[in-house]
Protein backbone atom coordinates (compact mmCIF):
# COMPACT_ATOMS: atom_id res chain seq x y z
CA UNK A 1 0.00 0.00 0.00
CA UNK A 2 1.39 3.19 -1.28
CA UNK A 3 1.54 6.20 1.48
CA UNK A 4 0.55 9.63 0.18
CA UNK A 5 2.07 13.16 1.33
CA UNK A 6 2.54 16.03 0.11
CA UNK A 7 5.92 15.12 -1.35
CA UNK A 8 4.28 12.30 -3.04
CA UNK A 9 1.07 14.14 -4.42
CA UNK A 10 -0.34 13.34 -7.76
CA UNK A 11 -0.18 16.65 -9.88
CA UNK A 12 -1.28 15.15 -13.39
CA UNK A 13 -3.87 12.51 -14.28
CA UNK A 14 -4.18 9.44 -12.33
CA UNK A 15 -5.42 6.23 -12.87
CA UNK A 16 -9.25 6.20 -11.00
CA UNK A 17 -7.32 3.13 -8.90
CA UNK A 18 -5.05 5.80 -7.23
CA UNK A 19 -7.84 6.56 -4.20
CA UNK A 20 -7.53 6.60 -0.40
CA UNK A 21 -8.42 3.26 0.78
CA UNK A 22 -9.85 5.04 4.30
CA UNK A 23 -12.20 6.67 1.79
CA UNK A 24 -12.41 5.63 -1.70
CA UNK A 25 -13.21 1.69 -1.17
CA UNK A 26 -14.77 -0.17 -3.88
CA UNK A 27 -17.92 0.16 -2.25
CA UNK A 28 -17.84 3.88 -1.57
CA UNK A 29 -17.59 4.63 -5.26
CA UNK A 30 -19.73 2.35 -6.76
CA UNK A 31 -22.51 3.50 -3.97
CA UNK A 32 -21.19 7.63 -5.43
CA UNK A 33 -21.48 6.50 -8.47
CA UNK A 34 -25.31 6.12 -8.10
CA UNK A 35 -25.30 8.88 -7.12
CA UNK A 36 -23.50 10.73 -9.34
CA UNK A 37 -25.77 9.19 -12.10
CA UNK A 38 -28.63 11.42 -10.85
CA UNK A 39 -26.72 13.92 -10.36
CA UNK A 40 -25.42 14.12 -14.29
CA UNK A 41 -28.96 13.04 -15.62
CA UNK A 42 -30.17 16.60 -14.65
CA UNK A 43 -28.00 18.26 -16.80
CA UNK A 44 -28.02 18.76 -21.12
CA UNK A 45 -24.40 18.54 -20.99
CA UNK A 46 -22.73 16.26 -18.58
CA UNK A 47 -19.45 18.40 -17.78
CA UNK A 48 -22.14 20.95 -16.68
CA UNK A 49 -22.72 18.61 -13.00
CA UNK A 50 -19.34 18.97 -12.01
CA UNK A 51 -20.15 21.58 -9.36
CA UNK A 52 -22.71 19.03 -7.67
CA UNK A 53 -20.49 16.31 -8.47
CA UNK A 54 -17.58 17.98 -6.34
CA UNK A 55 -20.22 18.59 -3.33
CA UNK A 56 -21.19 15.08 -3.37
CA UNK A 57 -17.14 13.56 -2.99
CA UNK A 58 -17.21 16.61 -0.36
CA UNK A 59 -20.37 15.01 1.49
CA UNK A 60 -18.16 11.63 1.83
CA UNK A 61 -14.58 12.95 2.83
CA UNK A 62 -15.68 16.59 4.56
CA UNK A 63 -13.30 17.94 1.75
CA UNK A 64 -12.49 17.81 -2.18
CA UNK A 65 -9.37 15.80 -2.03
CA UNK A 66 -7.22 14.50 -4.82
CA UNK A 67 -9.16 11.03 -5.38
CA UNK A 68 -12.57 13.01 -4.72
CA UNK A 69 -11.25 15.23 -8.04
CA UNK A 70 -10.67 12.10 -9.91
CA UNK A 71 -13.64 10.37 -9.16
CA UNK A 72 -15.69 12.98 -10.64
CA UNK A 73 -13.14 13.10 -13.52
CA UNK A 74 -14.03 9.74 -14.14
CA UNK A 75 -17.93 10.38 -13.83
CA UNK A 76 -17.79 13.35 -16.55
CA UNK A 77 -14.83 11.91 -19.37
CA UNK A 78 -12.68 14.67 -18.59
CA UNK A 79 -8.71 15.37 -17.09
CA UNK A 80 -7.97 15.65 -13.58
CA UNK A 81 -7.13 19.32 -15.10
CA UNK A 82 -10.47 20.26 -16.16
CA UNK A 83 -11.52 18.81 -12.97
CA UNK A 84 -8.73 20.75 -10.56
CA UNK A 85 -9.29 24.18 -11.90
CA UNK A 86 -13.17 24.03 -10.39
CA UNK A 87 -12.57 22.68 -7.37
CA UNK A 88 -9.20 25.20 -6.59
CA UNK A 89 -11.02 28.38 -8.19
CA UNK A 90 -14.75 27.91 -5.00
CA UNK A 91 -13.82 28.87 -2.02
CA UNK A 92 -17.10 26.46 -0.70
CA UNK A 93 -14.60 23.29 -1.73
CA UNK A 94 -12.50 22.22 1.36
CA UNK A 95 -8.92 21.48 -0.41
CA UNK A 96 -7.91 19.79 3.39
CA UNK A 97 -9.95 17.90 6.18
CA UNK A 98 -11.62 20.64 8.12
CA UNK A 99 -14.60 20.66 11.27
CA UNK A 100 -17.91 19.56 11.66
CA UNK A 101 -19.14 23.37 11.63
CA UNK A 102 -17.62 26.22 9.04
CA UNK A 103 -18.07 29.40 10.90
CA UNK A 104 -18.07 31.96 8.45
CA UNK A 105 -17.77 36.04 9.87
CA UNK A 106 -18.96 38.30 6.96
CA UNK A 107 -15.97 40.61 6.84
CA UNK A 108 -17.25 42.99 3.99
CA UNK A 109 -17.84 45.98 4.22
CA UNK A 110 -21.07 46.29 6.06
CA UNK A 111 -20.37 43.87 8.22
CA UNK A 112 -17.21 45.15 8.91
CA UNK A 113 -18.65 48.70 9.81
CA UNK A 114 -20.90 46.88 11.60
CA UNK A 115 -18.41 44.48 14.08
CA UNK A 116 -17.61 41.97 11.76
CA UNK A 117 -13.68 42.58 12.02
CA UNK A 118 -14.31 42.86 15.89
CA UNK A 119 -16.03 39.61 15.85
CA UNK A 120 -13.30 37.53 13.72
CA UNK A 121 -10.65 38.63 15.51
CA UNK A 122 -12.13 37.66 19.05
CA UNK A 123 -12.92 34.30 17.67
CA UNK A 124 -9.59 34.03 16.27
CA UNK A 125 -8.14 34.78 19.66
CA UNK A 126 -10.75 32.75 22.00
CA UNK A 127 -10.18 29.67 19.24
CA UNK A 128 -6.41 30.33 18.82
CA UNK A 129 -7.37 29.82 15.60
CA UNK A 130 -5.73 31.97 12.42
CA UNK A 131 -8.26 32.21 9.17
CA UNK A 132 -9.12 28.78 7.57
CA UNK A 133 -7.84 26.80 10.37
CA UNK A 134 -9.42 24.26 12.69
CA UNK A 135 -10.14 23.28 16.45
CA UNK A 136 -8.59 19.85 17.79
CA UNK A 137 -11.32 18.54 18.31
CA UNK A 138 -12.68 18.62 14.71
CA UNK A 139 -15.50 20.42 15.68
CA UNK A 140 -14.78 24.02 14.26
CA UNK A 141 -13.22 25.88 11.32
CA UNK A 142 -12.96 29.53 11.35
CA UNK A 143 -12.95 31.79 8.31
CA UNK A 144 -13.75 35.36 7.29
CA UNK A 145 -16.16 35.45 4.54
CA UNK A 146 -16.49 38.42 2.30
CA UNK A 147 -19.95 38.32 2.05
CA UNK A 148 -22.79 36.51 3.10
CA UNK A 149 -25.29 37.98 1.66
CA UNK A 150 -27.25 39.04 4.30
CA UNK A 151 -26.16 42.85 4.84
CA UNK A 152 -29.79 43.86 6.46
CA UNK A 153 -28.79 41.61 9.53
CA UNK A 154 -25.16 42.40 10.11
CA UNK A 155 -23.12 41.67 11.59
CA UNK A 156 -23.69 38.05 10.38
CA UNK A 157 -22.04 34.71 11.04
CA UNK A 158 -22.68 31.69 9.38
CA UNK A 159 -22.39 28.00 10.56
CA UNK A 160 -22.61 25.59 7.13
CA UNK A 161 -24.76 28.56 4.98
CA UNK A 162 -27.08 28.82 7.69
CA UNK A 163 -27.66 32.45 9.52
CA UNK A 164 -26.35 33.69 12.96
CA UNK A 165 -27.80 37.42 12.38
CA UNK A 166 -27.05 40.64 14.37
CA UNK A 167 -24.19 39.01 16.25
CA UNK A 168 -21.77 40.38 19.18
CA UNK A 169 -18.07 39.37 19.81
CA UNK A 170 -19.83 37.48 23.42
CA UNK A 171 -22.63 35.47 21.16
CA UNK A 172 -20.81 34.53 18.93
CA UNK A 173 -18.22 33.50 20.83
CA UNK A 174 -20.93 31.67 23.06
CA UNK A 175 -21.71 29.72 19.54
CA UNK A 176 -18.83 28.61 18.52
CA UNK A 177 -18.13 27.28 22.22
CA UNK A 178 -22.02 25.56 22.01
CA UNK A 179 -21.02 24.31 19.08
CA UNK A 180 -18.11 22.25 20.74
CA UNK A 181 -19.74 20.82 23.48
CA UNK A 182 -22.22 19.40 21.06
CA UNK A 183 -25.37 21.52 22.48
CA UNK A 184 -28.53 22.33 20.37
CA UNK A 185 -27.72 25.50 18.56
CA UNK A 186 -30.66 26.82 15.97
CA UNK A 187 -30.09 29.25 13.35
CA UNK A 188 -31.40 32.81 13.34
CA UNK A 189 -33.65 32.16 10.11
CA UNK A 190 -34.05 28.37 8.45
CA UNK A 191 -34.39 25.23 10.07
CA UNK A 192 -34.14 24.24 14.06
CA UNK A 193 -31.24 22.96 14.20
CA UNK A 194 -27.94 22.94 12.16
CA UNK A 195 -26.68 19.64 9.81
CA UNK A 196 -22.76 19.28 10.30
CA UNK A 197 -20.42 20.27 6.91
CA UNK A 198 -21.09 16.83 5.49
CA UNK A 199 -25.15 16.71 5.38
CA UNK A 200 -24.63 19.95 4.06
CA UNK A 201 -22.42 19.36 1.44
CA UNK A 202 -24.66 16.38 0.46
CA UNK A 203 -28.24 19.28 -0.01
CA UNK A 204 -25.57 21.42 -2.12
CA UNK A 205 -25.44 18.10 -4.67
CA UNK A 206 -28.78 18.21 -4.84
CA UNK A 207 -30.37 15.48 -2.16
CA UNK A 208 -33.05 17.45 -0.85
CA UNK A 209 -33.29 16.88 3.18
CA UNK A 210 -36.50 17.86 3.53
CA UNK A 211 -35.59 20.90 5.71
CA UNK A 212 -35.73 23.93 3.23
CA UNK A 213 -39.05 25.41 3.95
CA UNK A 214 -38.52 25.11 8.11
CA UNK A 215 -38.62 28.24 9.98
CA UNK A 216 -38.88 31.89 9.42
CA UNK A 217 -37.34 32.66 5.39
CA UNK A 218 -37.65 36.80 5.79
CA UNK A 219 -37.93 38.98 8.56
CA UNK A 220 -37.76 42.85 9.89
CA UNK A 221 -35.05 44.61 7.92
CA UNK A 222 -35.37 42.45 4.51
CA UNK A 223 -39.23 43.01 4.65
CA UNK A 224 -39.21 46.50 5.57
CA UNK A 225 -39.45 48.06 2.04
CA UNK A 226 -42.19 45.43 1.50
CA UNK A 227 -43.79 47.18 4.46
CA UNK A 228 -44.11 50.49 3.29
CA UNK A 229 -45.26 49.55 0.45
CA UNK A 230 -48.19 48.19 1.34
CA UNK A 231 -48.87 51.21 3.61
CA UNK A 232 -48.68 53.46 0.87
CA UNK A 233 -50.13 51.13 -1.98
CA UNK A 234 -47.32 51.16 -4.09
CA UNK A 235 -47.29 48.30 -6.81
CA UNK A 236 -44.99 47.00 -9.19
CA UNK A 237 -45.82 47.95 -12.99
CA UNK A 238 -48.22 46.17 -14.52
CA UNK A 239 -45.66 44.16 -17.15
CA UNK A 240 -48.66 44.24 -19.56
CA UNK A 241 -48.78 47.88 -19.47
CA UNK A 242 -45.41 49.15 -19.68
CA UNK A 243 -44.15 52.59 -21.98
CA UNK A 244 -42.58 51.90 -24.99
CA UNK A 245 -38.87 52.41 -25.86
CA UNK A 246 -39.90 55.38 -27.80
CA UNK A 247 -42.39 56.88 -24.57
CA UNK A 248 -39.30 56.48 -22.08
CA UNK A 249 -37.10 58.65 -24.80
CA UNK A 250 -39.62 61.20 -25.24
CA UNK A 251 -39.79 61.46 -21.19
CA UNK A 252 -36.48 61.81 -20.74
CA UNK A 253 -36.44 65.31 -23.55
CA UNK A 254 -39.55 66.99 -21.20
Known sequence: MSEHNENSRVEGPVESTARTPEVFTDEVVARLAQDAKEIISRYPKPRSSLL???HLVQSEE???SAEGMQFC?????ITLAEVKAVATFYTMYRREPGG???VGVCTNT???????DE????LKEHLDLANAETTEDGKVTLEHVECNAACDFAPVVMVNWEFFDNQTPATAKQLVDDLRLGKDVAPTRGP??????????????GFDDG???EGVQAAGPSLAGLRIAERNGWKAPDPANLPSLSEKGEEGTK
Open 119 to 122: IFSA
Open 73 to 77: ADQLD
Open 62 to 64: GHV
Open 110 to 116: LCAVMGG
Open 52 to 54: PLL
Open 192 to 205: ASLCTWKQASRVLA
Open 211 to 213: RAG
Open 100 to 102: DYQ
